[in-house]
């Protein structure tokens, strides 16, 4: 079992920036790859970006391609999502996710979910 929590979302302007981390409970975290996610009422739950696991490679939806970057840190037990140039449109909850599949995350099924974390973007 893999417990996951967000943290940094907040309150932004457009064009500003923040950083989302995500904290695993699980001490071989090194063993999934981690994806970000986000959602808005009434829509599906969107993918944004994933890491492998030794985070050699990475894969971003076009949405955010440029603009975010997804990392880890696995002797911490830690994912993040930075997120530049932020923009109206990317107001959200944002959950990160793990999988022992990359294949998983990238059609939106993982196995293990974050509770979610909201960032609002101000014009």
């Known amino acids: 079992q893999v417990q996951l929590v967000e943290s940094g979302g907040g309150l932004v302007q457009a064009g500003g920036s923040l950083r989302l981390s995500c904290a695993a409970s699980?001490?071989?975290?090194?063993?999934?790859?981690m994806g970000w996610f986000r959602q808005t009422p009434g829509k599906e739950r969107e993918f944004l970006a994933a890491?492998?696991?030794?985070?050699?490679?990475?894969r971003y939806a076009d949405s955010v391609k440029g603009r975010f970057t997804i990392s880890r840190d696995n002797a911490r037990n830690m994912g993040y999502l930075q997120m530049n140039s932020l923009k109206p449109e990317d107001t959200a909850t944002y959950y990160c996710?793990?999988?022992?599949?990359?294949?998983?995350?990238?059609?939106?099924?993982?196995?293990?979910w974050g509770q979610g974390t909201q960032v609002t973007v101000t014009s």
């Open positions: 996710a793990a999988d022992q599949s990359l294949h998983n995350l990238l059609i939106r099924t993982p196995g293990y």
């Open positions: 699980e001490r071989t975290f090194s063993n999934y790859a």
């Open positions: 890491i492998i696991r030794g985070g050699g490679s990475t």
